[in-house]
């Protein structure tokens, strides 16, 4: 009985559908398996969350790039696995990432969000909960030293508990890195570059920091 009840919440390759409703977020980052909590509040939103909940329960969420109207090429698939309504008529509601997608076509509905036709053939490993092989201690000392010199707060504790693959997603999912460097990361073509790449971001935005706060040590 478990198992036939499992086999309803997973999310596998012919689960995954071919259109999404698009859910333009800047400096918004999802990834594979991360968690993303949402407050909708916009008309044209909450229809766009209404309608998902009617079919496959997802949306694409996916950075504007100058204007709303100009997007990157590349999103993440997030899963709608919680919501609530609020007495003020919001939704508020729990994302998890499932995988990323090329956005190849967008449509403006009646509703006035837009429905998207995206591609998912070479990211179906996002699907794999893959452990990457980090070093846990030493990335969340230098995130945590990071957000301190940002004056900014994370939860050691809730980092420690996470398996290697929500860890990475987490820290870059909660980092104040700009759009550029949160595209970078998610498009990183595996999880080994991911890091990598998440890895060289963080060195810079903490070098970036040092150096506007001390800048006549540099010199």
Do not use: W
């Not at 204007?67 to 993440?76: K, R, V």
């Not at 837009?114 to 070093?135: C, H, N, R, V």
């Not at 030493?138 to 301190?148: C, D, E, P, T, W």
């Not at 073509?189 to 800048?215: A, G």
Request: aromatic share 8%; hydrophobic share 40%; with cysteine.
């Amino acid at each position: 009985m478990e198992d036939s009840i499992k086999k309803l919440f997973e999310v596998n390759p012919n689960k995954i559908p071919s259109s999404v409703p698009l859910f333009p977020l800047e400096n918004v980052l999802l990834l594979p398996f991360g968690k993303l909590p949402l407050n909708i509040f916009e008309e044209r939103y909450i229809n766009m969350v209404l309608d998902s909940l009617k079919s496959h329960r997802m949306i694409g969420i996916i950075q504007p790039k100058n204007n709303n109207n100009d997007f990157f090429m590349m999103g993440c698939i997030g899963r709608i696995t919680s919501y609530i309504e609020t007495p003020d008529y919001r939704l508020v509601l729990n994302l998890e990432g499932v995988c990323r997608f090329a956005l190849h076509e967008r449509n403006l509905t009646p509703k006035g969000y837009y429905q998207a036709i995206i591609d998912t053939a070479g990211y179906l490993d996002d699907l794999k909960s893959l452990e990457p092989m980090i070093d846990r201690d030493s990335l969340i000392r230098k995130y945590a030293n990071f957000f301190k010199m940002k004056k900014l707060e994370i939860d050691r504790e809730v980092l420690v508990e996470t398996s290697n693959l929500q860890l990475i997603s987490t820290l870059a999912m909660l980092a104040p890195f700009n759009k550029i460097d949160k595209q970078a990361i998610l498009e990183s073509p595996n999880l080994k570059e991911r890091v990598n790449t998440l890895n060289s971001i963080l060195d810079l935005n903490t070098f970036q920091v040092v150096s506007n706060n001390n800048p006549g040590k540099l010199n």
